[in-house]
């Protein structure tokens, strides 16, 4: 009986893993910051065919080797050819874009895609540049600032006179391009009688990128207009005037201005610190924190990530898609975000009309009128009397009120589906096994009313301890 013919077995080709192995390495170069990415894209739009000659050249040592050794030489695969028009597409991609830089504005497609600073390489350079200039500035006169790209720091100062630094960014191919457009880039004064001007000018240059980032240094007493599309804002300490500040895509900080401030951001988030006098805030922000304002807080638009607002003096007045909320003061703070809302040391009247929040609100007093749904509301009132109304509907979420154990009120309650608890032995409870449960009756001589309902949610009324 004959022996069965071994067939010799094909060898798997080592050429794909030995590309991936290339392209691993380089990935792992800009990951750990040895080579910025910006280097790694300009040397793969270069070089990227050595990647196919490593191939070509695997593919030949294997093709040898099996022929020498009587085995059949190993294929592409369906993996070897989907790596190789992936190599070839994204090389053939990178080549255009590297060769196409100087007739595309790549510096205003990275701003308005936000790409990282590391592939600026990848299209030119940033050359930084200071530039000073300075401004007779008329008494009492009010001062607009416009900027398109870059940071505005002001600050007061003694002198009579407007002096600006500007330090600026220029995204350009080479040293002669980035010369040409700071040159034409300058900012600008213009003087309007009692108004002037300050033009960052980051357009001079036409659609070149140039940032911008100001220090201003102006003489006090004098009104303040600055709009700007992507930069920060901060006013410092000192300032004393009133304030417009307009910003399409920055964060605002101001601290300790004698004056107005009116702020409206379309994305960044705000910090007002020490404002004597009153804010509002229009727009969209990510956070809004508010403190020491000895005027009114209105604020106006939504809050994206969260608002928190500390010892405002006057009235509380924000409206957004979700809340409806007037107090007439907060001498502690209030927090808010997407799913709560939590405050201190409340003034009223309180009115509050929101939906999907767990409210706890702690030493309020006045009249509350307070609305909510999908979540759990605890109120407790000032530990003094008489307290004021409280009038508290909250569909789907329980209630819990807390009140003074002196107090004298009147109270109806009802809950659809749940039950009602209280620690004064003055009320009536009924609660049914099946359909509505209800708290009735007079505490004392009744001076303020309490109503409260809920369609699905239990109901406390509590003695403060």
Do not use: C
């Not at 497609?109 to 401004?135: A, K, S």
């Not at 502690?332 to 809302?341: E, N, Y």
């Not at 309180?350 to 939906?355: A, C, P, S």
């Amino acid at each position: 009986m004959s022996s069965p013919v071994l067939v010799p077995q094909r060898r798997r080709s080592l050429a794909g893993p030995i590309v991936l192995i290339a392209l691993g390495i380089l990935f792992l170069l800009g990951n750990l910051h040895i080579i910025t990415w910006g280097r790694i894209g300009v040397w793969f739009a270069h070089y990227w065919p050595l990647l196919l000659i490593l191939w070509g050249g695997v593919k030949l040592y294997e093709h040898y080797r099996a022929k020498n050794e009587g085995v059949p030489a190993s294929g592409i695969g369906a993996g070897g050819v989907f790596l190789l028009i992936f190599v070839v597409l994204l090389g053939l991609t990178a080549t255009g874009i590297l060769k196409a830089k100087d007739q595309i504005n790549w510096g205003a497609v990275r701003d308005d895609i936000q790409m990282d600073e590391d592939l600026v390489l990848l299209f030119g350079n940033d050359y930084v540049y200071e530039q000073q200039v300075e401004q007779d500035f008329p008494v009492g006169a009010s001062l607009r600032i416009v900027s398109d790209r870059g940071s505005v720091n002001v600050n007061v100062w003694d002198e009579k006179n407007i002096r600006v630094v500007a330090r600026k960014s220029i995204f350009a191919k080479d040293q002669g391009t980035a010369d040409s457009r700071n040159a034409q880039s300058a900012p600008q004064f213009q003087v309007n009688g009692n108004s002037v001007v300050l033009n960052a000018n980051t357009k001079g240059a036409g659609d070149a990128t140039v940032r911008a980032d100001l220090d201003v240094f102006m003489p006090k007493g004098a009104s303040l207009d600055i709009a700007t599309r992507r930069g920060d804002v901060v006013i410092n300490p000192g300032f004393v005037g009133d304030v417009k500040i307009s910003n399409s895509r920055g964060d605002v900080m101001a601290d300790t201005v004698k004056g107005n401030v009116v702020l409206t951001v379309e994305r960044g988030s705000a910090r007002l610190n020490k404002i004597d006098g009153n804010v509002t805030f229009q727009g969209r922000g990510d956070n809004v924190d508010i403190a020491e304002v000895s005027g009114t807080v209105r604020v106006s638009g939504d809050v994206m990530e969260g608002m928190k607002l500390t010892n405002i003096k006057k009235s509380v007045i924000f409206q957004s898609s979700r809340t409806d909320m007037e107090l007439a003061s907060v001498e502690g703070d209030l927090s808010l975000d997407s799913g709560d809302l939590r405050g201190t040391r409340i003034t009223g009247p309180v009115k509050l009309i929101t939906r999907s929040k767990d409210i706890h609100l702690e030493d309020v007093s006045g009249d509350v009128r307070l609305e909510n749904n999908n979540g759990m509301v605890e109120l407790h009132t000032a530990d003094r009397v008489p307290m004021g109304n409280i009038e508290v509907s909250n569909d789907r979420g329980d209630i819990r009120l807390v009140v003074p154990g002196k107090a004298n009120f009147q109270v109806n309650a009802t809950t659809r589906r749940g039950e009602v608890q209280s620690d004064f032995n003055e009320l009536t409870i009924n609660n049914s096994d099946h359909g509505q449960s209800v708290v009735t009756g007079n505490v004392g001589k009744p001076t303020s009313k309490i109503q409260v309902t809920s369609d699905s949610g239990d109901i406390e009324i509590r003695k403060i301890s």
